[in-house]
């Protein structure tokens, strides 16, 4: 090994020499991926916050600009996923909610009630419950996917989606036994 030769990548924890030097590769992976500019500079942007947030590269399992763009990758592919369930869930909604024009004022006045009810008992769930079940519902992100965000471990979780479903459920119990509950919400009947 000739010690005359400098390493020519810089140190893990100079971030503004890392992205100098590696944000090229990532920025180039991160546009095939994303397939738009405004994209692929956001995803880079967040890319190298989270390695610099995160900490956990560890040199000994590989070169940093390895890790950087498997973090892209991964990156990316969270952020399709959460495009692909946002719109699938605004379909759902819409086909539901637009889908028959039939309904009279009645029916608007109820579904708006619902809605001031929901967030009500939304504002009364343990914060951390609202927290998790937002970032699904709102933002469209699956449970591995929200421990990641929050940098928890995923059976957290999943606990508190669950104590945070039933929780709500407690709080919407009378709406579960009126008409509009089963024209939203099917299985929600007793």
Not at 17 to 44: F, H, N, Q
Request: hydrophobic share 35%; net charge neutral; aromatic share 8%.
């Amino acid at each position: 090994m000739d010690l005359d030769v400098p390493d020519p990548s810089p140190p893990p924890r100079d971030l503004g020499g890392l992205y100098d030097a590696y944000s090229p590769a990532v920025y180039r992976l991160a546009l095939r991926l994303c397939g738009d500019r405004s994209s692929a500079e956001d995803l880079l942007q967040d890319v190298f916050l989270r390695y610099w947030h995160q900490d956990r590269y560890d040199p000994q399992r590989g070169p940093v600009l390895a890790y950087l763009l498997l973090l892209t990758r991964s990156m990316a592919i969270n952020r399709i996923q959460q495009q692909r369930n946002r719109w699938q869930l605004l379909q759902k909604w819409s086909s539901q909610l637009l889908g028959r024009d039939e309904h009279g004022p009645q029916h608007w006045a109820e579904v708006g009630d619902l809605g001031d009810r929901m967030r009500r008992a939304l504002a009364e769930i343990h914060p951390n419950q609202r927290t998790v079940l937002e970032l699904a519902y709102y933002e469209g992100m699956s449970q591995s996917t929200i421990a990641e965000h929050l940098q928890i471990p995923l059976g957290t979780v999943k606990t508190r989606s669950r104590q945070g479903l039933l929780a709500l459920r407690r709080h919407m119990i009378d709406f579960t036994h009126s008409p509009l509950a089963s024209s939203f919400c099917p299985g929600l009947q007793p």
